[in-house]
């Protein structure tokens, strides 16, 4: 006799640790660097490195890539770029050496100061949020094998196992020509990239990828009377990434970073620079689950021999909710600037995640979009300034039966940034927030894990008789009245002439006891 398993691997939040770095470093300008006289804008990126997991602690290495838009002393615009490496000891409660950490940073504030002009300060503080899963694997009994006589019950679950979990790289090359109406370039001044309305989708060994990379750049022209250039471009993207586990119709959950930014002028067919070219690189950390509905033992017996059942509880996770939620923001900034603003340049906005609480039938999701706005003011010294402001947000993403103790997780992207200048130096602006939400719902069932099979003691059975009249009552089953009478249900089913499993109260009932005295 043999008790089949039915093996499914999932992952088990083991917890999170949060904690923080603080940004204080100086950094001198190179020599062939102009001197500092203002700073116009800035822009960081943070990138985590590795997690080591240990014993209670992580150690988690990363980076801020920070780059500024200054203007020098004799009012000629430069860039400055650097990085700030961070290596942090986490102290995580109940953290294994095993177990797989994910982490994610956010700049929580970061201010560049000019300390003289020829050094510039760098202050800041990076939220670091470790999340700890562990792999593990449930084995409940689905089929017992050699022993013919054993009645089994079985229940239907609908589960979601993880299938793919992996990190990759995803690049993106294109070439961007300006219009012609624009001057050559002669220096690339500044390099901004946004990642819009990305779209990951599994197929058969292959997850495609699809989105936009929104692209704006300052430059100066090659002639020295021409100012400063601006140029905005949407390139749209896709290409497919190698999952050799990988099924369409898997629930995919993917988090997107850019890890790698690139760009430089280069000569068109006339030996002009016109062309700027682009190389980005993604990193991809994927999850790919599948549904199930799988088929587990909830009891067994035998009408002819002592059935002794081991049994356990099992954690199985049901995909609640998978969707995408939109949360438009219209709100208005007022830029106390003390120049009169002419034009809006450009818009940027970064999007920061403050808090998540269940609520009733829904998931409520608070945080602030950073909005950052390059604009020329009427200054002729320094006509480029910017601005950054913060637009507070709260949306409630709905999801039915949402508990506590379920696991969710939210992919927060940018979808849409307008802003529009309303006059006295105040900016309506309207965004677009796209929240990928995966609820799993957790499930606790009892399962069976083994058995054994010996011979019914005899004063068990004198207790019943060989034939049985039976009154049904309000709650009985046909699998509950033949386990208690040693009997079947199919020998119930045939000796009552019943049509159905379905028992009325008050039903009579003929029970033959199959197990025989010894």
Request: overall charge negative; charged content about 30%.
């Amino acid at each position: 006799m043999e008790l089949k398993k039915k093996r499914i691997h999932m992952n088990r939040l083991k917890g999170k640790a949060m904690a923080q770095a603080t940004l204080d470093e100086d950094f001198n300008l190179p020599e062939q660097k102009e001197d500092l006289a203002h700073i116009i804008m800035s822009q960081a990126d943070t990138i985590g490195e590795s997690v080591k997991a240990m014993d209670g602690k992580a150690i988690l290495k990363g980076k801020v890539a920070f780059e500024i838009l200054y203007a020098s002393e004799s009012g000629a615009a430069e860039t400055y770029s650097g990085v700030i490496h961070l290596e942090e000891t986490i102290y995580f409660e109940g953290l294994s050496a095993g177990d797989d950490v994910r982490a994610r940073l956010e700049l929580e504030d970061m201010t560049v100061s000019l300390v003289n002009p020829r050094k510039l300060r760098v202050n800041g503080v990076v939220n670091l949020e470790l999340t700890a899963e562990r792999l593990y694997e449930e084995a409940a009994g689905s089929e017992i094998e050699g022993e013919d006589t054993i009645q089994t019950c079985l229940k239907e679950l609908d589960v979601v196992q993880i299938k793919v979990q992996k990190k990759d790289t995803f690049r993106i090359r294109e070439e961007i020509e300006i219009s012609g109406n624009k001057p050559n370039i002669a220096k690339l001044l500044w390099r901004g990239v946004q990642l819009r309305s990305i779209e990951c989708r599994p197929l058969d060994g292959k997850l495609s990828i699809r989105g936009e990379a929104l692209v704006f750049v300052i430059y100066a022209g090659e002639e020295a009377n021409i100012p400063m250039q601006w140029m905005e471009q949407a390139i749209s993207f896709g290409g497919e990434v190698e999952v050799p586990n990988g099924e369409a119709g898997m629930v995919c959950l993917c988090a997107i970073q850019m890890i790698h930014k690139e760009m430089e002028a280069k000569p068109d067919y006339d030996g002009e620079n016109r062309i700027i070219a682009l190389d980005l690189v993604l990193e991809l950390d994927l999850k790919l689950y599948a549904e199930e509905r799988i088929s587990i033992l909830s009891d067994a017996y035998s009408p002819v021999k002592e059935v002794v059942l081991q049994c356990g509880e099992a954690h199985f996770q049901k995909l609640l909710i998978k969707n995408s939620a939109k949360c438009r923001i219209v709100d208005k900034i007022t830029m106390d600037q003390p120049e009169k603003i002419l034009q809006i340049c450009h818009s940027t906005g970064v999007i920061r995640m403050d808090r998540t609480e269940v609520v009733r039938d829904g998931l409520k999701i608070e945080g602030v979009l950073d909005v950052t706005i390059l604009y020329m003011s009427a200054n002729d010294k320094s006509p480029l300034q910017s601005f950054t402001g913060s637009i507070p947000f709260s949306y409630v993403a709905e999801a039915n039966g949402i508990q506590e103790d379920d696991f969710w997780q939210i992919a927060p992207a940018l979808e849409q940034l307008t802003c529009v200048m309303l006059g006295n130096n105040e900016v309506e602006v309207r965004a677009s927030l796209l929240l990928e939400l995966l609820v799993l719902e957790k499930l606790e069932e009892s399962i069976l894990t083994g058995l054994s099979v010996q011979p019914i003691a005899p004063e068990k059975l004198d207790a019943i008789a060989g034939i049985t009249g039976y009154l049904v009552k309000p709650g009985d089953t046909l699998w509950g009245i033949a386990r208690q009478f040693y009997t079947t249900a199919d020998a119930i089913r045939e000796s009552n002439a019943l049509l159905s499993d379905r028992l009325k109260g008050g039903e009579r009932l003929i029970l033959i006891r199959q197990g025989e005295v010894l």
